[in-house]
Every structure is written in C-alpha cells, then in structure tokens.
C-alpha cells in the first residue's frame, strides 16, 4: 500500500460521542498534518507534527486532541463535538515540515447529528 | 495577512476551450506557491510547486506560472477527465494556505 491512508472514510456520531479517526502513510515523511475542509471555505490547519513532537496548535478547540505515536501514524481523537465541527478531515504528510509539497490523504467525511 | 484568492469561483468550458485559472496572493517573503487538483470524495492531489517570479512548470494540458503578484494555471484543450477543483496554496511557516478553489467543468 502506498501514499497516505485515512480511515474510516464516513463518520457519523451524536455530539456526546467519542471516536478517532486514523491517518497512516507509507512515503517514510517525518511531518504529519491534521487539516479540517468546509464546504464554502478553505483548508484550514489543525495540528502539525514533527518526528511524533507537535510543532503546531492553529487554536484549534480541546474537543480534537490529536496523537502521533510514530512517524507514519496520526490519530485525531473526538470528543463532545459540535454541529459545525461536520467537515471533511484531511491528513497530510511532508519529508520534514518545512519541506514541501505535503501529500494528501482521501479523508474523513464526518457528520455531526 | 497572508491571503490566497481564487478566481473565478467556478468556470465551465467545452472540450477543447482553453482557459485560466488565477491565484492572487498576498504573503511577505514567498517560499513556494503550490497548484493542487481535488476530485469529489478525494484529497488534493498536488500538480505543481513554483518558487520564483518567471517560473513555468507544464504537466499534459496544464501549465502553471507565476509571477509576483499572481499565479495562473493554464488548461489547453481541455478534455471531460480535467474536471475538478483546482486549489491554489502558499507556504507559510509550516503550512499552507489554500485558496477556496475553482470548480471546473469541461463539458463534451
């Protein structure tokens, strides 16, 4: 398997749930990235991780936590989510985090009831 | 603040009408000025990075270029399989900053 891999690809939860989605790549980057895509509006960045160290919080709320335990693996952790927080949730990986271009996942399509 | 604007929001061609997407931004100190494609249901794919005022990078029917102010991406006789979103992105600092997009529709 090759490129980045995100799952589940569909998600629907009540707002008192809690879920995860998962982004494993197998390019061997460094950088991972947590981005949220609305309709209307631009990618917008989460998180940003170098070497499983997070090197960036784009004031995202405490409902997302996310977690790289390695370098190929990223995990966005769900709790108590909001209505506007149904989006399409992008993953991301680079050589180094400064390096581009960043390779893109299919993403996880979450709805919010 | 650094910006992106796409224009046009969203452009319609026949098979064979070439076009222009555009890509204005504002950023101080540029490090790279990037062209994605998206299908429905999919991630972006990414298709060109441009550096420098001058640059040019050709891929098929498309061809991107950049000057200092803005970038184009130019789509020469395009066919059906071309349509999608085309997202424009700047790197700032760890990130990029996307543009909304211009959605494509080549029609036969």
């Known amino acids: 398997e090759t490129g980045v891999t995100q799952t589940p690809r569909h998600l629907v939860m009540g707002m008192t749930n809690k879920k995860s989605l998962k982004c494993e790549q197998h390019l061997g980057h460094n950088a991972m990235y947590w981005y949220k895509q609305s309709a209307k509006k631009p990618l917008e960045l989460m998180f940003v991780?170098?070497?499983?160290?997070?090197?960036e919080n784009n004031s995202v709320p405490s409902r997302f936590s996310p977690e790289c335990p390695n370098s190929s693996h990223l995990f966005l952790h769900l709790h108590t989510l909001q209505p506007e927080d149904s989006a399409l949730y992008l993953c991301?990986?680079?050589?180094?985090?400064?390096?581009?271009?960043?390779?893109f996942g299919d993403g996880t399509r979450l709805s919010i009831l | 603040e650094d910006q992106v604007t796409q224009s046009p929001e969203a452009l319609r061609l026949q098979e064979g009408e070439s076009s222009s997407l555009n890509c204005s931004y504002t950023v101080s100190g540029l490090r790279g000025l990037f062209w994605y494609r998206q299908d429905p249901g999919k991630g972006p794919e990414f298709l060109f990075t441009?550096?420098?005022a001058g640059e040019e990078k050709e891929k098929e029917r498309l061809k991107a270029t950049l000057t200092k102010k803005e970038s184009f991406l130019h789509i020469t006789a395009p066919k059906p399989e071309d349509s999608a979103t085309y997202l424009c992105a700047v790197q700032v600092g760890y990130a990029l900053n996307f543009g909304k997009g211009t959605s494509l529709l080549v029609t036969p």
């Open positions: 991301a990986s680079s050589q180094e985090v400064k390096d581009q271009p960043q390779h």
């Open positions: 441009l550096y420098s």
């Open positions: 991780y170098s070497l499983e160290e997070r090197v």
